[in-house]
């Protein structure tokens, strides 16, 4: 079946401007979760949803990164006013349920370059 | 805190050389332990993961990694690589306290002729 599918694959921007980034999660998987991926860096938590709960935001780095879930399915994470320091690898993954011995499918990243 | 550690940024292997790949962790009960591959392009697949029960667990292409508890250890081996083999290696713990997941920063892996 369909795996998790992100889009775009890459992104260039301006300083400033704000940008979405869209994840297609497989189908059923309740749980999603976002992910940044700096060079050298491994992945940082950023947050998750599962099902129609409130998402659990802690890892957001500040308060221009949302993210948005509708439908329990499709996931937007929206930043604003980008800065360079946010040029990264995005990455979505989901999973069928929530918890921590859970496997994570993800998606190919969103390359985000902030000039 | 919950923390993955990945000694090696860098490893470099001759193809068909045995190879282990070393991650160590910290939590203070028995954590969910996860070795993903990230090939370039690609985002991350599950190579194997350990829950409970046989601390020797096998995975796909060949891999298998040993929890070892009183070594905070959890270090991925392939007896013979391949080619195919390069890429970037992630040791990630879950835990049953919460819904994080810990990643460590990775293993670039360089498989030679």
């Known amino acids: 079946g369909a795996g998790v599918s992100q889009s775009p694959s890459n992104k260039v921007t301006e300083k400033g401007k704000d940008v979405e980034l869209r994840c297609d999660p497989i189908?059923?998987?309740?749980?999603l979760y976002w992910y940044r991926q700096s060079l050298g860096q491994g992945l940082e938590f950023l947050i998750y949803?599962?099902?129609?709960?409130?998402?659990?935001k802690s890892g957001l780095p500040s308060d221009r990164f949302s993210a948005e879930r509708t439908g329990g399915s499709v996931s937007t994470l929206t930043i604003q006013r980008t800065q360079q320091e946010d040029s990264a690898v995005y990455l979505c993954?989901?999973?069928?349920?929530?918890?921590?011995?859970?496997?994570?499918?993800f998606g190919p990243g969103t390359r985000l370059l902030v000039l | 805190a919950q923390s993955v550690t990945q000694p090696d940024i860098h490893i470099t292997v001759s193809e068909g050389a045995s190879l282990e790949l070393r991650c160590n962790y910290s939590?203070?009960?028995?954590?969910?332990l996860f070795w993903y591959v990230q090939s370039p392009g690609q985002g991350l697949q599950l190579l194997l993961k350990?829950?409970?029960?046989?601390?020797l667990v096998q995975g796909i292409k060949g891999f298998e990694a040993e929890f070892k508890r009183s070594q905070s250890s959890f270090n991925l081996r392939k007896p013979s690589v391949h080619w195919s083999d390069a890429a970037e290696y992630f040791c990630?713990?879950?835990?049953?306290?919460?819904?994080?997941?810990?990643f460590g920063t990775g293993t670039s892996l360089t498989v030679i002729p």
């Open positions: 993954a989901s999973s069928p349920l929530l918890g921590g011995q859970e496997t994570q499918y």
């Open positions: 189908s059923g998987h309740t749980a």
């Open positions: 949803f599962q099902g129609n709960s409130a998402p659990d």
């Open positions: 939590y203070g009960a028995t954590p969910y």
């Open positions: 350990y829950f409970s029960g046989d601390t």
């Open positions: 990630a713990v879950g835990t049953n306290t919460g819904n994080q997941f810990y």
